[in-house]
């Protein structure tokens, strides 16, 4: 049976099959979608050092025959056959990604997926939608990378670019168009990105034979038995394909003319018309008379004619309308043609704050860290990444037997990711206020509901609190310790208030304490809350005692 992937989900090949010789097949489609399926063979830098090892329709194979791409087949749109065993020590992972050939995006591709099959058995599958993406023009959907032993990754991280802006991510480069090729010299290889010299073998099919060749025994890669057999993918074409292209944000403006009046802005009437394109006349005055100019905001209109006192501007106009005050009338202002701040000035106040530090608050409810600045993975609540950037891997980050049933127990269970690799993410939750605390071989004390984030450096374990024990499981916290940062998340602007003997606060609002301090149950009514007419409803409070310099942080909201 086959084992189901998720994206950022990591297995040993050795977990999946004993093999070596391993069947690679890619379904992707959409409709009017055409896609070129490569892989890039990189080096422990993750770059494309030696261009034999980009595998695709124009490069069927690497020298050694480790890689080899045999096109579509059972139901696949491109298939790979991959032998672990033949892959040369410099070449460390092994990138399967799918670029559009074309005008479209990732996301309108229906379900597909990545699978690999063993022997003839399908060991996994990685399935995606188009759902999952947006913009993006190619896709990474999986790596078979070397740590230690071989492993497989579901990777699923869209690109904006195409099979060129890859190419260039992975530090390859495109070969230019010469108008008159000359065939190479005999002497030397075909280059990396051209088409090979002589005819390439056909490739070997992976079905299993009804009856093994004596001298050769069946393979033991390809689809499973009995799958349909596709066509031949069409080839694709050899020229570079151009995605992008340069557009304008709007209409060029035409000369000005001396002495002529400009255009009025579009949508607007031009001077003289009202507007309906008629043309507007004075009061009491003729056709084609030209209706007097309005006066200056916030003055008073002319009288009829020119004589007599300043008339008041009709109700709801702007001639009355003082600036600053509300506007009136049931209308809206009209919108400033030009002359106002740009769009980049305006969301210059949100940008990103610089970089250069570990963990920087964006403002008060996002965080960042940068994952280049010491290499150290994080461990965060699952579901709190809302941006990433670079090169980013998420695991699933398990507690172990013993952990689950602790967590369990005492209600201080955390789900976690493990975000390693090199790029930012940013992390926020429900608008709540994120407050990261460093530690430096000290220790603090949180509820597991208040964790956002935090270096995989630091220690943490579920501690008791002393005493008989309070309603909904509030008996246990997590302790952290070590050096590194844990970010806290608050609802509202917390307080931070110091250890004295007369310190109490409510067990559904505090967030967290120094581990110096000492803590005890107070319990002023032993009944329920609500129990009986006129209960104050604040039955359990904890008690805080220590020595100068503990501290305690609540939060103005009750869990």
């Known amino acids: 049976m086959a084992r189901e992937f998720q994206r950022g989900h990591k297995a040993k090949i050795g977990d999946l099959t004993a093999g070596t010789d391993l069947y690679v097949g890619v379904q992707i489609a959409g409709p009017g979608l055409t896609f070129d399926i490569s892989c890039f063979g990189l080096d422990a830098d993750e770059r494309l050092s030696d261009d034999r090892y980009f595998v695709f329709f124009n490069q069927p194979k690497t020298p050694e025959e480790s890689v080899q791409l045999l096109g579509a087949q059972a139901g696949d749109s491109e298939s790979f056959r991959v032998t672990l065993d ?82 260039k991510n992975f ?35 992976f079905g299993v034979p009804a009856a093994p060749a ?89 009288p009829p004619g020119g004589y007599g006192p300043p008339q008041p501007a009709p109700y709801g106009q702007p001639g009355q309308q003082p600036p600053g005050a509300p506007y009136g009338g049931g209308q809206t202002p009209a919108v400033p043609q030009g002359g106002g701040p740009s769009l980049g000035v305006v969301l210059d106040k949100y940008k990103e704050a610089p970089t250069g530090r570990r963990w920087t608050p964006q403002n008060s409810k996002l965080i960042r860290v940068d994952l280049g600045v010491d290499g150290q993975p994080v461990l965060a609540r699952q579901g709190s990444m809302v941006l990433y950037q670079g090169k980013v891997d998420f695991g699933y980050k398990g507690a172990g037997f013993r952990g689950r049933i602790v967590g369990n127990a005492t209600g201080q269970e955390m789900q976690l990711m493990r975000c390693t690799g090199q790029g930012q993410v940013f992390f926020a939750e429900n608008s709540a206020h994120v407050h990261p605390i460093e530690l430096q071989g000290d220790a603090i004390c949180v509820s597991a509901d208040s964790v956002l984030a935090f270096d995989e450096s630091l220690q943490h374990e579920v501690r008791r609190i002393e005493g008989h024990g309070i309603p909904g499981g509030a008996l246990f916290t997590m302790q952290f310790q070590g050096t590194g940062t844990l970010v806290v998340k608050t609802q509202g602007t917390p307080v931070v208030l110091p250890v004295t003997p007369t310190t109490f606060a409510d067990a559904n609002a505090i967030v967290a304490w120094s581990a110096g301090s000492q803590v005890i149950i107070s319990s002023q009514v032993s009944l329920r809350r609500h129990a009986f007419p006129g209960h104050s409803g604040e039955t359990v409070n904890l008690q805080f005692r220590g020595a100068p310099g503990n501290f305690i942080v609540v939060q103005p909201y009750e869990v």
């Open 86 to 167: 033949k892959i040369p020590p410099h070449i460390q992972k092994l990138s399967f990604t799918a670029a559009l050939d074309g005008a479209g995006q990732v996301s309108q591709i229906g379900p597909g997926y990545l699978r690999i099959v063993a022997g003839g058995e399908e060991v996994a599958r990685y399935s995606f939608t188009g759902s999952e993406f947006s913009t993006e023009r190619a896709v990474m959907l999986g790596d078979f990378y070397l740590k230690d032993v071989w492993r497989f990754a579901a990777v699923g991280q869209g690109f904006d670019g195409g099979l060129e802006a890859l190419l």
């Open 214 to 302: 004596p001298q050769q025994p069946a393979p033991d890669f390809g689809p499973p038995q009995g799958a349909p057999q596709a066509p031949p993918a069409a080839p694709q074409p050899t020229e570079p394909q151009v995605h992008l292209a340069p557009t304008l944000a709007a209409p060029p403006a035409p000369p000005a003319v001396p002495g002529q009046q400009p255009p009025a802005p579009y949508g607007q009437p031009a001077p003289g018309q009202d507007p309906y394109g008629r043309q507007q006349t004075a009061p009491g005055g003729f056709p084609g008379q030209q209706a007097p100019q309005a006066p200056p905001y916030g003055q008073p209109a002319p």
């Open 171 to 205: 530090g390859g480069e495109v070969a230019e168009e010469a108008e008159a090729p000359a065939p190479p010299p005999a002497a030397q290889g075909a280059p990396g990105f051209a088409p090979p010299s002589g005819a390439a073998a056909p490739a070997p099919s």
